[in-house]
């Protein structure tokens, strides 16, 4: 199925690709599968949460009346605990009884605890370690542990975050299954740091999908390093229980961290499993109460072989994953293609720029913008001219994208559109452009960028659109900034309406995007009106996608769904001013 690019808060662009969607109406196939792969585990099922729901108190909260200790057994991964800001802190649950205790999972939120230990007691009063760490790294920690307790005590020393204090979203508390999984020494001595293991390793799964839905979902893709591929179970015999995926690592390693970034197919309740043999599988994580997006697993283990065994689907579907990716020592890693560094804002490097200084009627130069023609298909009215007829240099230092009443190619209205595309794109750094956008009814000045492997084939929103400045000429006060992916574009973008505080069509202003591995913060005149966070985005939204190159993009568009229709009231000719577009790394 294909569906028009969506741009904006809900807007199609002007180009075609295919949509990314789960496979609808589709029959559920045969029974659940007969028989488990075998484990040497098997006593994990007998796991059962032995926190939910009971009494927790704390040292402090962060706000009187919220963040509460007993939002941290509640159940609700949407719900969190939060100390008062400073180092030395508590958290505690009482389970009621004295209980043989297996397993602590903290599912932390970002103001995580780079030192802690846990504490059992049996009467509140005398308490014994049962863990100890000063290397914590937050995200979704399984801690295998052994004893019996009552009360179950976290006390956090040392802050990730200074500024803040701690905060986890579920502290649960397991009984039964297995204690500390039992390891086998590697064949090989692990060598060097911790780095990542899985990427371009040969990968195995239950099934796969291939079809237009999903073309091909292959298991390779969810170790490809590339955040806009992923892994799902076939459609036709996948959306069973169990489905698993699984890389060979090449050599025996040592694992210290599995982060899955799912598809809205995640796995409710699965398992990490380490295997030597390809065949008999030990877990080193285990969740009944998965809920999508990113899990950032801190667990242990020793194996060549690596799976992802998901026991309960979340929904009716199958199970898909944009990124598996291992970390650990030994292994056979491949080291994937490097990164450019981040550049330091203010950046100062000018690596591309436009000052429109040409005379009056000079078309923008080839050398840096490739023409952009053609009817786009966003409800929009006009014509997109070749050669560059409706954009020109007005001879005092502007561009001139110029909207007109014109009969051309079947419509009665022309505009432009022009970008970068094989002339010039680039990861990270400071773009902005000094532009006054015109008012009126139905028209629609963007200042935008496109993810430049869109050039080479690859459709809309699977090589992401960073939107640097929409403006409706029906409110000129207000701005739009937005990022498309997979899992959020269109009306679903990532991204929000900014109050501009001026009219923006009475004089120039300065609008720009500040990228780096980190995300991407937005201004407008110095001002920051947005910040994508690539971290908020992954955990809430779904995967990063911006971490490769992009080429600018200039247009005016006339019409659509967005800006609406244009009316009696709407000025032709209308006019984008550029004043200059400028790119610092």
């Given at each position: 199925?294909?569906?028009?690019?969506?741009?904006?808060?809900g807007?199609?662009r002007?180009?075609?690709?295919?949509?990314?969607?789960l496979?609808?109406?589709?029959?559920l196939?045969?029974?659940?599968?007969?028989?488990?792969?075998v484990?040497?585990?098997?006593?994990?099922?007998a796991?059962?949460?032995?926190?939910?729901?009971?009494p927790?108190?704390?040292?402090?909260t962060?706000?009187?009346?919220?963040?509460?200790p007993?939002?941290?057994?509640?159940?609700?991964?949407?719900?969190?605990?939060?100390?008062?800001?400073?180092?030395?802190?508590?958290?505690q649950?009482?389970?009621?009884?004295?209980?043989?205790?297996?397993?602590?999972?903290i599912?932390?939120?970002?103001a995580?605890?780079k030192?802690?230990?846990?504490?059992?007691?049996t009467?509140?009063t005398?308490?014994?370690?049962?863990?100890a760490?000063?290397?914590?790294?937050?995200g979704?920690?399984?801690?295998?542990?052994?004893?019996?307790?009552?009360?179950?005590?976290?006390?956090?020393?040392?802050?990730?975050?200074?500024?803040?204090?701690?905060?986890f979203?579920?502290?649960?508390?397991?009984?039964?299954?297995?204690?500390?999984?039992?390891?086998t020494?590697?064949?090989?001595?692990?060598?060097?740091?911790?780095?990542?293991?899985?990427?371009?390793?040969p990968a195995a799964?239950?099934?796969?999908?291939?079809?237009?839905?999903?073309?091909?979902?292959?298991?390779?893709?969810?170790?490809?390093?590339d955040?806009a591929?992923?892994?799902?179970t076939?459609?036709?015999?996948?959306w069973?229980d169990?489905?698993?995926?699984?890389?060979?690592?090449?050599?025996?390693?040592t694992?210290?961290?599995?982060?899955?970034?799912w598809?809205p197919?995640?796995?409710?309740?699965?398992?990490?499993?380490?295997?030597?043999d390809?065949?008999n599988?030990?877990?080193?994580?285990s969740?009944?109460?998965?809920?999508?997006?990113?899990?950032?697993i801190n667990a242990?283990?020793?194996?060549r072989?690596?799976r992802?065994?998901?026991t309960?689907?979340?929904?009716t579907?199958g199970?898909?994953l944009?990124?598996?990716?291992?970390?650990?020592?030994?292994?056979?890693?491949?080291?994937?293609?490097?990164?450019?560094?981040?550049?330091?804002?203010?950046?100062?490097?000018?690596?591309?720029?436009?000052?429109?200084?040409?005379g009056?009627?000079?078309?923008?130069s080839?050398?840096k913008?490739?023409?952009?023609?053609g009817?786009p298909q966003n409800?929009?009215?006009?014509?997109y001219?070749?050669?560059?007829?409706?954009?020109q240099?007005?001879?005092?230092?502007?561009?001139?994208?110029?909207?007109?009443?014109?009969d051309y190619?079947?419509?009665?209205?022309?505009?432009?559109?022009?970008?970068?595309?094989?002339k010039?794109s680039?990861?990270?750094?400071?773009?902005?452009?000094?532009?006054?956008v015109?008012?009126?009814?139905?028209?629609?000045?963007?200042?935008?960028?496109?993810?430049?492997?869109?050039l080479?084939?690859r459709?809309?929103?699977?090589?992401?659109?960073?939107d640097?400045?929409?403006?409706?000429?029906?409110?000129?006060?207000?701005?739009?900034?937005?990022?498309?992916?997979p899992?959020?574009?269109?009306?679903?973008?990532?991204?929000?309406?900014?109050a501009?505080?001026?009219?923006l069509?009475?004089?120039?202003?300065?609008?720009?995007?500040?990228?780096?591995?980190?995300?991407?913060?937005?201004f407008?005149?110095?001002?920051?009106?947005?910040?994508?966070d690539k971290?908020?985005?992954?955990?809430?939204r779904?995967?990063?996608?911006?971490d490769?190159?992009f080429?600018l993009?200039?247009?005016?568009?006339?019409?659509?769904?967005f800006?609406?229709?244009?009316?009696?009231?709407?000025?032709?000719?209308s006019?984008?001013?550029?004043?200059?577009?400028?790119?610092?790394?």
């Amino acid at each position: 199925m294909t569906s028009p690019v969506l741009d904006g808060l809900g807007t199609p662009r002007s180009r075609l690709s295919p949509a990314r969607i789960l496979t609808l109406g589709a029959a559920l196939v045969g029974l659940i599968a007969a028989f488990f792969v075998v484990t040497t585990q098997t006593a994990q099922a007998a796991e059962v949460v032995v926190s939910q729901g009971k009494p927790a108190t704390a040292s402090s909260t962060e706000v009187a009346g919220a963040y509460q200790p007993g939002e941290a057994v509640d159940g609700n991964a949407g719900t969190r605990w939060a100390s008062s800001f400073s180092a030395s802190q508590w958290w505690q649950v009482d389970l009621g009884a004295a209980t043989a205790v297996s397993r602590i999972a903290i599912n932390w939120e970002g103001a995580y605890a780079k030192a802690f230990n846990i504490q059992f007691s049996t009467n509140g009063t005398s308490y014994t370690q049962a863990y100890a760490t000063t290397t914590g790294a937050g995200g979704q920690q399984s801690i295998a542990v052994t004893g019996t307790a009552r009360y179950v005590r976290i006390n956090l020393t040392e802050r990730a975050l200074p500024i803040y204090g701690y905060s986890f979203w579920e502290f649960q508390v397991f009984s039964g299954g297995p204690t500390t999984p039992p390891t086998t020494p590697p064949t090989t001595p692990p060598t060097g740091g911790t780095r990542l293991l899985s990427y371009n390793k040969p990968a195995a799964a239950s099934t796969w999908q291939n079809d237009v839905n999903c073309n091909p979902c292959s298991p390779d893709k969810a170790f490809d390093n590339d955040p806009a591929s992923r892994w799902a179970t076939s459609s036709t015999n996948g959306w069973v229980d169990p489905g698993w995926i699984s890389v060979d690592l090449g050599a025996t390693a040592t694992i210290s961290q599995v982060v899955l970034q799912w598809d809205p197919a995640y796995g409710k309740s699965y398992q990490i499993q380490v295997s030597n043999d390809n065949a008999n599988w030990t877990p080193i994580y285990s969740t009944t109460n998965g809920d999508g997006l990113k899990d950032v697993i801190n667990a242990t283990g020793t194996g060549r072989y690596v799976r992802m065994y998901g026991t309960v689907r979340s929904s009716t579907y199958g199970y898909s994953l944009w990124e598996f990716s291992v970390y650990g020592t030994g292994g056979a890693p491949v080291n994937p293609p490097a990164q450019p560094a981040d550049p330091t804002f203010p950046a100062t490097r000018l690596v591309f720029e436009d000052n429109f200084n040409e005379g009056a009627g000079t078309k923008p130069s080839t050398a840096k913008w490739t023409y952009d023609p053609g009817v786009p298909q966003n409800g929009e009215i006009q014509y997109y001219t070749p050669n560059s007829e409706n954009a020109q240099t007005d001879g005092q230092g502007n561009l001139v994208i110029e909207a007109r009443r014109q009969d051309y190619q079947g419509r009665q209205y022309t505009s432009g559109r022009m970008n970068t595309g094989s002339k010039f794109s680039a990861q990270y750094g400071r773009f902005e452009a000094r532009i006054k956008v015109p008012k009126g009814n139905g028209l629609w000045p963007a200042f935008w960028m496109m993810g430049e492997d869109f050039l080479s084939g690859r459709p809309w929103p699977y090589n992401g659109e960073i939107d640097i400045m929409e403006v409706l000429g029906r409110n000129t006060s207000e701005m739009y900034t937005t990022l498309h992916a997979p899992a959020y574009n269109g009306g679903g973008g990532y991204g929000q309406k900014n109050a501009a505080g001026v009219d923006l069509s009475q004089d120039f202003h300065v609008y720009a995007a500040e990228w780096d591995s980190k995300g991407i913060r937005f201004f407008l005149d110095g001002r920051q009106v947005f910040n994508a966070d690539k971290a908020t985005v992954e955990n809430t939204r779904g995967p990063w996608i911006f971490d490769h190159k992009f080429y600018l993009i200039l247009n005016l568009a006339v019409g659509g769904d967005f800006p609406g229709p244009i009316d009696a009231s709407t000025p032709f000719p209308s006019r984008m001013l550029v004043d200059y577009v400028r790119v610092y790394q």
